[in-house]
């Protein structure tokens, strides 16, 4: 099992960036796929980014691609959602998440908001 705690959320204005970090305790973190997600209020949680055990494969929600970057560094048990030119429509509660052995996201952070002001 891993355990997962983000950090890194604030209150950023439009056009702005944000780098959010996911740390993971627990067994290796390498072995594990990760991912972004968001749940903005009164929306149900939406994918934002993935990424493999390696870091040699990425995939982004279309909402996201070309702004938002995700990336991992196994020997510091992390990984890493930068968020540049923000829009309002990118304030939510990001989680990050590992994937179990089916390939299903089985293990979920407690989250951090992030707020972009107009």
């Known amino acids: 099992q891993v355990q997962l705690v983000e950090s890194g959320g604030g209150l950023v204005q439009v056009g702005g960036s944000l780098r959010l970090s996911c740390a993971a305790s627990?067994?290796?973190?390498?072995?594990?796929?990760m991912g972004w997600f968001r749940q903005a209020p009164g929306k149900e949680r939406e994918f934002v980014a993935g990424?493999?055990?390696?870091?040699?494969?990425?995939y982004g929600a279309d909402s996201v691609k070309g702004r938002f970057t995700i990336s991992r560094d196994n020997a510091k048990n992390t990984v890493y959602l930068q968020m540049n030119s923000l829009k309002p429509e990118d304030t939510a509660v990001y989680y990050c998440?590992?994937?179990?052995?089916?390939?299903?996201?089985?293990?979920w952070g407690q989250g951090t908001q992030v707020t972009v002001s107009s």
């Open positions: 998440a590992a994937q179990g052995f089916g390939g299903e996201y089985a293990y």
């Open positions: 627990g067994r290796t973190f390498s072995t594990y796929g």
């Open positions: 990424i493999s055990r390696s870091g040699g494969s990425t």
